[in-house]
């Protein structure tokens, strides 16, 4: 079953815009003209920043199209290693979690299989819980935190043969 949306979410980010300017190109495949609705948000710190507190949680929908988008900035502290976990609140629904460097623009990862890849980018895919440990020394600029759900549920499972017994003949 493939994934069909009637929405697109994108983040761009402001060192990624010419002299903070954008062109926005929307096209579809439909031979016969098409309306679109667009809509232009401006994320807040408070619904973007993630905070070292386990009473503190954030909440995000995210689809195959539209990504769930947040930073992390170490605190000046001691502790040099956090442990972040991403939970399913509703249906365990096939996701990727890709922790990125804080240094760079995360706006070019919305596709799962770019979540994968970059330098110092880790990734999980899960149904339920994810876990990864973020290291302060890998990541001295902080790191951007990306929740996508896949079109297919393939990335969450492995493939594996049963081994067979051995029988033997009477």
Do not use: W
Request: a negative charge.
């Amino acid at each position: 079953v493939l994934f069909r949306s009637d929405g697109h979410t994108k983040i761009l980010c402001q060192n990624s815009l010419e002299d903070d300017t954008m062109k926005l190109t929307v096209s579809s495949r439909a031979s016969a003209a098409k309306k679109f609705n667009i809509t232009l948000e401006l994320l807040q710190p408070k619904d973007f920043d993630l905070e070292v507190d386990s009473n503190k949680t954030k909440e995000v929908a995210i689809s195959p199209t539209a990504m769930g988008l947040f930073r992390f900035t170490f605190p000046d502290t001691a502790e040099t290693m956090f442990l972040l976990t991403v939970s399913s609140l509703d249906v365990e629904v096939c996701s990727i979690l890709s922790v990125q460097d804080g240094g760079r623009c995360p706006g070019i990862h919305d596709e799962e299989r770019d979540m994968r890849s970059g330098a110092g980018t880790q990734f999980q895919t899960f149904l339920g819980t994810a876990a990864l440990v973020l290291e302060k020394a890998r990541y001295p600029r902080g790191v951007h935190v990306v929740l996508l759900a896949q079109e297919e549920d393939t990335g969450c499972y492995r493939k594996s043969e049963i081994g067979r017994a051995s029988c033997r003949e009477r």
